[in-house]
């Protein structure tokens, strides 16, 4: 089948999809760090085992979305029961030494008093001593009080985790 573009047609293609992909950049929205701020605490808190600083991060009425169940609490001290629920979780499946780290977010939009972040995770842990790793993202909303950005509410999704694969020395 005969090529309906010419050479001169090829090169104007190309150059304009070569600008599109460097001018990318440029368009990507500057993320405000205070916005931040509760998205990091949160994440240590929860690697420091002190779900009452993590807790401390969100509104009272807080949504969160997890993958054990009952996998939704809101309401009022919903961060707690999510906090209790993760812990019987753990122990009845062998979990122990979970830390979940981010990246920089891949989605940032806010408007005035209201901000919605995703940030890819990761997060390690052992299940009855085989070390595993779940790749997903934590998808944020929150919202700015007198005190501070506040989470409202937050989900964690991904594909199912795996063990990590170790090669012992021979």
Known sequence: MKSMLNGS???RIAVLAVGLLTAAPAFAQKVDPEVMVPITKFVNAFNKGDMAAAAATATPEAYIIDEFPPHLWTGAK?????A??????A??????EGIVTISKPTRYVA?????YV?????YTYKEKD????EKGQLTISLRH???GWKITAWTWSGPNPTAVKTTKPQ
């Open 111 to 115: 408007e005035k008093d209201h901000a």
């Open 118 to 122: 995703i940030v890819p995770a990761v």
């Open 145 to 147: 009080a007198a005190d």
């Open 130 to 133: 085989v070390p595993m790793i």
């Open 9 to 11: 047609a090829v090169f």
């Open 84 to 89: 209790t629920d993760y812990g019987k979780n």
């Open 91 to 96: 122990s009845a499946t062998g979990v122990t």
């Open 78 to 82: 919903a961060m707690d029961a999510w």
